[in-house]
Nanobody
Framework: EVQLVESGGGLVQPGGSLTLSCKTS????????MCWIRQPPGKGPEWVSA????????FYADSVKGRFTISGDKAKNTLFLQMNMLRPDDTAVYYC??????????????WGQGTQVTVSS
């Protein structure tokens, strides 16, 4: 059974940092594309970052480029999202998902349960 379990969300002040984790099981982590998706309150989901399962290449939405870093630990079957210089408009539920962003955005069943990130003073 495929499982994706996110953690690490919370309340942080603007300019602060958080690291999200996504513990995976049921498939060979590191051999498939993975991504982070977020859903701001009252809005639709949007992709944030992706990592290529083949060469490990990383991709970022323009809104987070230079502030967020995606990485993976194959030994721990875990995907990470390091988030720096957080802004109020980063407030959202963050989900990790199997697949590239275009595929994941169309298939909710590929996502984990999500973790809430709130950026507020």
């Amino acid at each position: 059974e495929v499982q994706l379990v996110e953690s690490g969300g919370g309340l942080v002040q603007p300019g602060g940092s958080l690291t999200l984790s996504c513990k995976t099981s049921g498939f060979t982590f590191g051999s498939v594309d993975m991504c982070w998706i977020r859903q701001p309150p009252g809005k639709g989901p949007e992709w944030v970052s992706a990592i290529d399962g083949g060469d490990g290449g990383a991709f970022y939405a323009d809104s987070v480029k230079g502030r967020f870093t995606i990485s993976g630990d194959k030994a721990k079957n875990t995907l990470f999202l390091q988030m720096n210089m957080l802004r109020p408009d980063d407030t959202a539920v963050y989900y990790c998902a199997r697949g590239d962003p275009s595929e994941a955005l169309q298939h909710r069943e590929l996502w984990g349960q999500g973790t809430q990130v709130t950026v507020s003073s």
